[in-house]
């Protein structure tokens, strides 16, 4: 047996060892907790598992929790090993299958509820379910500050802000030390429009942390409550500031770690970057490029998480590799433009901007960023030549069509209909 498939056999024996420590009766008769009472015994059948395309190692981990579900189909924690060894490797329906099980094996296990709802979270059109399972759990783990984050995020994604800003108060009270809750904490607080308490928690998870999304989140506060000189200077601040600091989460890591496909990986980091999550991205889509080392999309995309917390030179190095290995990348040469223009070093940024618009010279996108740049090295012509084709490409560019504007009107030029 090689390393990795002993590894997913000790985690999953761990778990199991855990699972099997069995609780005393509450009264004669009566079940041991994590067991089907003896007078109402169930048969529930384990999902049918397709594994093609998985790794040798996954196939293992996968087949070792199987099979303890096969030999104890009436025990709770049997049915969670399987759950979380699923969930791991976004097999969803499969792995929602299985807590569902669990939970009606023993409807009161923590770490159950609180899996299920994150996973429920993740599969988009079952937000509900996932929300009632974490204020289930949350009768277990009101100590537990991601526990409070958590339900705070789904609150939000239901647009109920006030539920999510009590949530997120009880984590701050719970960890009063953590930047991000009080980062979180405060722009839930803005958006609700209480400005004097929204900046207090900013500035107090910049005290505690300063680090590139709070210093960003906090320039957004200052410009929320018309501070536009301290928004500048904090924002200057965040862009040579490094990551956020994580909140460690033992109870979802445990499942975490049974992750072992790089595929999977790679699909997991991936949504946690479409959600803004970049640091939480970086940590999995570095795991996955351990194993895809030729793969351009996953680099391109560690370099744009790197580029989003202000890590500049970790950022450069994935673009560089993203062209090394995918020339014709155009977002590879934007992000390398963005970098040098963040840098100061217009000249270059120009190069890359150029390089990116040859390589797709349909992206609005492009054609903006290069008209900002030429704008700041005083080449008016050449930057409204940009806008134009900008616009002409997406109506919707607001930004190049503004700037454009103004642009001609400065220059005695007025825009034209098509300018606009």
Not at 123 to 134: I, T, V
Not at 154 to 177: F, I, K, T
């Amino acid at each position: 047996m090689s390393w990795r498939p002993a590894i997913a056999v000790a985690l999953g024996a761990g778990l199991w060892a855990i699972g099997c420590q069995r609780e005393p009766a509450g009264q004669a008769g009566g079940a041991a907790r994590g067991m089907v009472p003896a007078s109402g015994p169930r048969d529930f059948s384990p999902p049918q598992v397709d594994t093609t395309g998985f790794q040798a190692p996954v196939m293992v981990a996968i087949e070792v929790a199987g099979r303890q579900v096969l030999q104890n189909p009436q025990v709770s924690k049997a049915w969670f090993l399987y759950a979380a060894t699923l969930d791991a490797h976004n097999l969803a329906a499969e792995a929602a299958h299985c807590y569902d099980v669990a939970l009606a094996l023993d409807p009161h296990d923590k770490f159950v509820l609180y899996n299920a709802a994150l996973q429920r979270e993740t599969m988009g059109d079952r937000l509900d379910e996932a929300l009632e399972l974490m204020e289930r759990a949350s009768a277990y783990l009101a100590d537990y500050p991601p526990m409070w984050r958590h339900l705070a995020r789904m609150h939000d994604r239901r647009g109920d802000r006030l539920h999510a800003a009590e949530a997120l108060r009880r984590a701050v009270a719970l960890s009063p030390g953590t930047a991000v809750l009080h980062m979180e904490y405060g722009q839930t607080l803005m958006a609700l429009g209480r400005e004097a308490e929204a900046m207090k928690q900013l500035e107090r998870a910049a005290a505690i942390v300063a680090d590139a999304p709070t210093l960003a989140a906090l320039s957004r506060g200052y410009l929320s409550v018309d501070q536009a000189d301290r928004a500048e200077q904090t924002a200057e601040q965040a862009v040579r500031a490094g990551p956020i600091g994580p909140l460690s989460d033992p109870i979802r890591e445990g499942v975490e770690r049974l992750a072992m496909n790089s595929t999977a990986l790679l699909d997991r980091g991936s949504r946690r970057m479409d959600a803004g999550d970049y640091a939480g991205a970086i940590a999995e889509l570095k795991l996955a490029a351990r194993y895809l080392t030729n793969n351009a999309s996953l680099h391109l995309r560690l370099g744009i998480c790197h580029f989003a917390i202000g890590r500049l030179d970790e950022a450069r190095r994935f673009l560089l590799r993203t062209i090394e290995l995918r020339d014709s990348m155009a977002q590879a040469h934007q992000f390398m433009g963005r970098i040098e223009a963040a840098t100061g070093r217009h000249e270059e940024a120009i190069r890359w901007f150029r390089a990116a618009i040859e390589r797709e010279p349909d992206n609005a996108e492009h054609l903006e960023l290069l008209g900002a740049t030429l704008e700041r090295t005083g080449r008016l012509a050449d930057a409204i030549d940009a806008y134009r084709a900008a616009v002409a490409l997406d109506a919707g560019a607001t930004a190049a069509s503004l700037r454009l504007a103004e642009l001609l009107t400065t220059s005695g030029d007025p825009p034209s209909a098509n300018d606009r």
